[in-house]
C-alpha cells in the first residue's frame, strides 16, 4: 500500500472510530505545524494499526480507553470514550467496567479521575443516572 492509500485508508478508519463530526473539526484545525502529525497519525495509527485484522474494533477501543487511563491522557481519554459511546456501540457500563479494571492495575489515583472524565462524558451525552 503507497502512502496515499493508506492516507485514505487511515481516514475512513478514522472516521468510523471518532464520528465525522470529530473529524470535520479537526480538519478545519489544520495548519502548517499540526498538518505533518496528523498525516502521520492518519497513515501510522490508523491505517497501519486500527485496521490490522487480529483484533476487532471494539477491543481496540478497549485497549485504547484503557491505556489513556494507564498514562493519565485525559484529553484523549475524553476523546475515546465520547467516541465509544457515539460511534462504537459501547454503554455507560462498558466504560465503568474498563475503568474498574484499570483501576487494579492502573491505580486509584488514575481511577478515580477517569470516573470522573467519564462522568463529564456520560452527562454531556445525557447518558449518566441518578
Not at 477491543?59 to 494507564?70: P, Q
Not at 459511546?85 to 483501576?103: M, N, R, S
Not at 492495575?105 to 462524558?121: F, L
Request: charged content about 25%; proline content about 2%.
Amino acid at each position: 500500500m503507497d502512502d496515499q492509500q493508506r492516507r485514505d485508508a487511515g481516514m475512513a478508519q478514522r472516521r468510523k472510530v471518532l464520528g465525522d463530526a470529530w473529524v470535520d473539526k479537526s480538519a478545519a484545525n489544520l495548519n502548517s505545524f499540526n498538518a505533518d502529525f496528523i498525516d502521520l497519525i492518519t497513515r501510522h495509527a490508523w491505517a497501519d494499526i486500527w485496521t490490522r485484522p487480529h483484533f476487532d474494533e471494539r477491543t481496540r477501543r478497549i485497549l485504547v480507553i484503557g491505556s489513556l487511563v494507564a498514562l493519565c491522557q485525559w484529553d484523549e481519554f475524553r476523546l475515546h470514550v465520547r467516541a465509544a459511546l457515539t460511534e462504537g456501540g459501547f454503554t455507560p457500563d462498558d466504560i465503568k467496567e474498563i475503568v474498574l479494571q484499570q483501576a487494579i492495575y492502573c491505580g486509584v489515583p488514575a481511577a478515580n479521575h477517569a470516573v470522573k472524565e467519564a462522568s463529564a462524558v456520560l452527562s454531556e451525552l445525557g447518558l449518566l443516572k441518578g
